[in-house]
């Protein structure tokens, strides 16, 4: 694999003071962990910055509907001035009282408060949005106040899938989906550990022939599952008894002259590899249970 580097880096940044106290407030480290596998290996994506302004899109139509909510909601609470022959009077809609009459502006700061506060986390989640690739494992990490990391081993890698819809290719980007062998949930499921979706790249087929790369590296190389592996280590040990085992008959056929001095011995290292394969078999069969 290549050397480490970073791709598709948020382009533009917030304050670093407002940065640090919302990481702090959400107690939420700026970066991850790098996923097992060779430091060398390690190559970091991160979502597009086109990305970005399609949150920013999708942020501003919530927001936009939310607001003509309001406005509907408290328009029993608001007065309308129209121009009279003397001066300004107020028409007024539904019961007008101390409360209903401050009910309006304390809504609509509110609405602007948490505006602005929500386009901070939607900023900051931007930037808190990693996808770290090693030759062993693949590492993705978004979210602010709920934090979701998953790891997802490359070897276990069983179909990509680049998918975008209209939205996105109108902003040029796409989304990853990897699922794995391993793991729990349906396929429907967003939170299956079986399931991990890279949103927003602008270099999603870069990404998936990299991860194709190493899955082929890997399994060229015999890496594979560990249960897999231990399943084999029985099946080549019961061969290799079973092989001892008819030597060992045979041996016994021939005249005590034609034996060899160490026969015993083998015959007795044979018997203790078929004990220690019994033992790895049982050990197997409670994983699986």
């Not at 590492?139 to 070897?155: H, P």
């Amino acid at each position: 694999m290549t050397t480490g580097s970073s791709e598709g880096a948020p382009s533009g940044r917030m304050p670093a003071g407002l940065k640090r106290l919302l990481l702090r407030l959400f107690r939420v480290d700026e970066r991850p962990e790098p996923p097992p596998g060779s430091p060398e290996s390690l190559r970091t994506f991160r979502a597009s910055p086109r990305f970005f302004w399609y949150s920013l899109l999708k942020w501003g139509l919530g927001q936009a509907g939310a607001l003509f909510g309001l406005v509907v909601s408290t328009l029993g609470f608001l007065p309308f001035a129209f121009w009279a022959d003397e001066g300004f009077e107020f028409l007024e809609f539904g019961p007008w009282t101390d409360f209903t009459r401050a009910l309006g502006p304390l809504l609509l700061v509110l609405f602007l408060v948490q505006l602005v506060a929500s386009f901070a986390v939607l900023r900051l989640g931007y930037e808190m949005r990693w996808y770290m690739v090693s030759d062993r494992a693949l590492r993705i990490r978004y979210g602010i106040y709920s934090v979701r990391e998953q790891t997802m081993t490359v070897v276990n890698i069983q179909n990509m899938a680049v998918k975008r819809g209209p939205l996105q290719r109108l902003f040029g980007i796409a989304d990853l989906e990897i699922r794995t062998a391993s793991g729990a949930g349906s396929d429907d499921d967003e939170d299956s550990l079986s399931r991990g979706l890279l949103q927003g790249l602008d270099n999603a087929e870069e990404l998936r022939n990299l991860l194709l790369a190493s899955l082929r590296q890997s399994r060229d190389a015999g890496l594979g599952d560990p249960d897999d592996d231990a399943a084999g280590i029985v099946v080549e040990g019961e061969r290799v008894v079973e092989a001892a085992a008819t030597w060992a008959r045979d041996d016994a056929a021939r005249p005590p002259s034609s034996r060899g001095a160490g026969d015993e011995s083998v015959l007795a290292a044979a018997r203790q590899l078929l004990a220690e394969c019994r033992e790895l078999r049982a050990a197997v069969g409670r994983a699986e249970g």
